[in-house]
């Protein structure tokens, strides 16, 4: 009784009448608004935002940096980018160049990039929420958020949202991409990158129309089994095919091959070659510089060689007797489109390299396979299997027709709802993890997946995540001024007689030419402005390294002199930039000239550290030899060259010394009287 | 120089963050009471930042007379951010153990440390340094490996035969931070921009200041000094202090 009675009081006192209402609303309403603004004392923000300023307090430039110092809620708003950031809100120190020294998050200034940080925000590379105000919900994904922040090592993928060239700051991001062609990963699954160029492959499976002539079907059948037991190095991925599949396929296969119009020299008996021949074999397999392209395991077992075509270290285990031969006389006979080029081999060459070739075997590879004759009903099972397992993606087969799109486009992986995504039990639940993953073991997201195994390093799938993780849809949202669009191959093709021959050496395996072909030897856009005409033929009769460094050489391909003129006289009449006239007179040098050019070489320039002119006293070996320069170039080229050399080869490594005129003169007087004395005495 | 201070930064953040205490263990008692332990392969290594090293990290306990130690408990601290796999273990037959390094998200020197527990309970430790490159750094060693390296490293590999042994004038090793860390930024930057001559070094130098952007030679003197060996310390840390 006694509460009720003094609650009626307080009461009474409070709200007795409407004034005293009145004013006790107005405080208790006042009292609510303060708490408003009190409210954020106890965000993160603010806490951090304090924690900055205690940690400025003490420095010696506390001043500038406390008037650049905005409290409250920061954001960076950039509609067309689709960016609202808040992250400098708590990240209040990004552009505070001074104080590289402090280590805690989150008052670390941003590392050197060459983008502004206002200009596209932080989400465009790091990822995660924008918009979010704590912690947790800006960097991980929490309930409400799809997208967490992306972990440092597939940071470049961001870059590759705008950029479809080669950074050369995103090695990784380039590897990736590269892998993916590399890999044939893009026969079966579709990825375009944001300005719309698909990725096209670049591995070069072989066709399987005349398999039944280059392999037996006990080969088929272990390299289906098992691809890398044949070859560490094969593309191709393993299907985890059990010995009933692998056996029906490999007579499907088998039982499609119609024989190819392979010809030239027939199968001799098959003699093994003695030692010597087999020593003069590897020297001709040497000489003709096969390892440019193919690697042979040596004794020690390191490979060496390229990777361009196929590695050799069993290939006698696989080759059908005489069947190298034949291929070697000419490739394009059994594959059309295949990059090795057709050498004019004589026979005697052709046995020789057949017969070390056909020596490099391993009985252990075919000696536990015993397959017998196949039934009917295991090719039509075999055709089935090809169909499911998608074979004609990447081989040509005669009665398959290659499936469109065989396994799902990947051209917006990158931003893959996490919602969407079935992971495998304790895998992190992210869209790195679950890329990767796929990549490294694709069956154990179910075993009725088709997707087979591929023999990966490492950094090779952290590459191909980071190549993956940039097909956001992002990418193709952003406004195409911000796109830096890649070089993708163009499908130049040289016309004539001389257009058919480079097709048949195959002269784009290695070289380039108005933005087709290989990189591993130089690119010949302007060759026909370079060089001299005899030089050019002599060089086709007998290639000869300008760079004595170098392992992978150009091999000598055996033309006729009517060949040699036909490429000689097309590279020079077509291969020219218009920044040098090559045919334009060059007043012949005086020795005064010369001598200057002598000393500009030796001392101003010092171009010995490179080049080697005199061969008993320069050494330096990054650059070509130049002892015959003068036999080999024209006088305007040289010149052109000095003055600035990347604008004949974009990319070459030949430092741009601004050179005067009359020091580029003197220098070209020099090199061109380096005519050198073996080539006269021949 | 922005970058070389940032190493500086990692550098006091691992002695600022020691993380994790040693995980208890339950080893059978080693072979013999462990005296030392040394590292035997994988310090020194360069990664770009969040990516595992290439090669793992490989220490080996010792006992006094030099003998490797097996059954000793190894653990490795790691400043934050960095990842051991595993963190600690048990020294096998050869006294060795092995573990690998993931980089954290931050760039410049990681200092780990391993720790075996030697007589009565004090424990005996061995320093690993690691190089964890960010972007700059890591667009400087693209560039290095292109135009610098073939001079300036004296190793060759497989792929590139090292013409340092034809040069008069010997180039230094980007890693040769004694030398390196004596000239100043704005010396190096004129050295790369307009060759030896401008610092009166050899014209063997070429200048480079029209073949790469100032940025990109900027980013080459970032990974200098992200190299170095002693680490590069810049001078002007005026406000780095606190007063």
Same mark, same amino acid.
């Given at each position: ?201 670049? *591995?070069?499976? #072989?066709? !399987? @129309?005349? %398999?039944?002539? =280059?392999?037996?079907?006990? +080969? /088929?059948?272990? &390299?289906?089994? $098992? ?79 390229? *990777?361009?075509? #196929?590695? !050799? @270290?069993? %290939?006698?285990? =696989?080759?059908?007797?005489? +069947? /190298?031969?034949? &291929?070697?006389? $000419? ?352 | ?243």
């Amino acid at each position: 009784m006694a509460n009720r009675s003094r609650l009626a009081s307080i009461r009474e006192t409070l709200f007795g009448d409407s004034a005293r209402a009145f004013g006790t609303l107005g405080i208790l309403l006042l009292l609510l608004l303060a708490v408003v603004p009190a409210r954020d004392q106890f965000r993160e923000w603010y806490r951090y935002q304090k924690g900055y300023l205690r940690l400025i307090g003490g420095r010696g430039d506390a001043v500038t940096l406390k008037r650049r110092f905005a409290g409250g809620i920061q954001q960076t708003w950039i509609p067309e980018l689709g960016v609202v950031d808040r992250c400098s809100s708590c990240h209040v120190a990004m552009k505070e160049a001074t104080l590289r020294d402090v280590s805690t998050q989150p008052f670390r200034p941003h590392p050197a990039i060459p983008h502004s940080l206002t200009a596209f925000g932080c989400v465009m590379c790091h990822r995660g929420q924008g918009v979010a105000t704590t912690v947790e919900e800006a960097h991980r994904s929490t309930l409400a958020w799809e997208e967490p922040m992306i972990p440092a090592r597939y940071l470049e993928s961001s870059c590759g949202q705008c950029h479809m060239d080669k950074l050369t700051g995103t090695p990784r991001l380039n590897a990736g991409r590269g892998l993916l062609s590399r890999y044939g990963c893009v026969h079966c699954h579709s990825v375009s990158l944001p300005d719309g160029t698909k990725l096209a492959p670049s *591995d070069d499976p #072989p066709p !399987l @129309t005349h %398999i039944a002539d =280059k392999t037996t079907r006990e +080969w /088929i059948y272990a &390299w289906l089994k $098992n691809p890398q037991a044949y070859s560490g190095t094969a593309t191709m991925p393993n299907f985890q095919l059990n010995d009933n599949d692998a056996r029906d396929i490999s007579a499907f296969l088998i039982s499609q091959s119609t024989p190819s119009a392979l010809s030239g020299a027939a199968p001799e008996a098959t003699a093994t070659p003695d030692a010597p021949a087999l020593q003069a074999g590897a020297s001709a397999y040497g000489e003709s510089f096969c390892a440019s392209c193919h690697a042979i395991q040596n004794a020690a077992g390191l490979l060496v060689g390229g *990777d361009l075509g #196929p590695e !050799l @270290t069993k %290939i006698g285990a =696989k080759a059908k007797p005489g +069947w /190298i031969r034949q &291929w070697v006389h $000419n490739p394009k006979d059994y594959d059309p489109g295949t990059a090795m080029p057709h050498y004019r081999f004589d026979d005697k060459q052709l046995a020789l390299i057949g017969g070390f070739l056909e020596s490099k075997t391993d009985s252990d590879f075919l000696a536990n396979v015993h397959l017998e004759t196949a039934t009917a009903g295991q090719i039509a099972h075999g055709k089935q299997l090809v169909n499911e397992n998608g074979c004609a993606s990447c081989h040509e087969i005669k009665g398959i027709r290659k499936p469109d799109s065989f396994a799902p486009d990947l051209t917006t992986v990158g931003s893959r709802p996490l919602a969407k995504i079935v992971f495998v039990a304790g895998m992190e639940h992210t869209l790195p993890a679950y890329i990767e993953g796929k990549i490294k073991q694709p069956r154990s997201f179910g075993a009725a997946l088709k997707m087979p195994q591929f023999s990966l390093s490492v950094s090779q799938i952290d590459a191909l995540v980071t190549a993956l993780l940039a097909q956001t849809g992002r990418a193709f949202s952003l406004p195409s001024r911000l796109r830096v669009a890649g070089h993708p191959m163009s499908n130049y093709e040289p016309a004539g007689t001389a257009g058919r021959l480079m097709h048949e050496l195959n002269c784009f395996s290695c070289h380039s030419i108005n933005g087709r072909g290989g990189d591993m030897a130089p690119d010949l856009t302007f060759e026909g402005s370079s060089v001299q005409r005899e030089w050019l033929l002599a060089f086709f009769k007998n290639p000869n390294t300008l760079r004595p460094t170098l392992i992978r050489r150009m091999p000598k391909f055996n033309v006729t002199d009517q060949e040699s003129a036909v490429l000689t006289d097309y590279i020079l009449a077509v291969y020219q930039t218009p920044s040098v006239d090559k045919d334009s007179a060059w007043p012949s040098p005086e020795p005064a000239d010369i001598e200057r050019g002598r000393q500009l070489f030796y001392s101003k320039y010092a171009c010995q550290a490179c080049h080697i002119v005199d061969p008993k006293k320069d050494k330096g070996y990054i650059g070509p030899t130049l002892t015959h320069v003068g036999s080999r170039l024209n006088a305007a080229w040289i010149y052109q060259w000095l003055r600035a050399p990347q604008s004949l080869r974009h990319g070459t490594i030949e430092p741009d010394r601004q050179m005067s005129e009359a020091d580029a003169n003197a220098l070209t007087a020099f090199l061109m009287a380096q005519k050198g004395q073996e080539a006269k005495g021949k | 120089m922005r970058t070389a201070a940032m190493g500086v930064v990692a550098l006091s953040l691992v002695l600022a963050n020691c993380s994790r205490p040693p995980a208890p263990l339950i080893p059978k008692a080693p072979s013999a009471t462990p005296a030392a332990i040394v590292e035997v392969s994988g310090g020194k290594q360069l990664a770009t930042i969040g990516t595992p090293l290439e090669q793992p990290i490989v220490v080996q306990v010792n006992d006094a007379h030099g003998t490797p130690v097996s059954g000793a408990s190894v653990w490795f601290r790691a400043p934050n951010g960095a990842v051991m796999q595993p963190a600690w273990g048990i020294t096998g037959s050869d006294g060795q153990f092995t573990t690998s390094l993931t980089i954290g998200s931050i760039a410049g020197r990681y200092k780990v440390s391993a720790a075996t527990e030697g007589a009565s309970g004090k424990s005996v430790e061995v320093r690993i340094d690691e190089l964890a490159l960010g972007f700059e750094e890591n667009q400087g060693k693209q560039w290095s490996d292109l135009y610098c390296s073939r001079c300036h490293d004296p190793e060759s590999s497989a792929e590139r035969v090292s013409n340092f042994d034809n040069l008069n004038a010997k180039p230094h090793a980007f890693s040769d931070g004694a030398f390196l860390n004596k000239i100043s930024d704005e010396d190096l930057l004129a050295l790369i921009q307009h060759g030896g001559p401008a610092l009166n070094k050899s014209a063997e130098m070429p200048p480079y200041g029209r073949t790469l952007s100032k940025s990109d030679i900027g980013a080459v003197l970032a990974y200098i000094r992200a190299v170095a060996d002693p680490p590069f310390e810049p001078k002007e840390t005026v406000f780095a202090q606190r007063q």
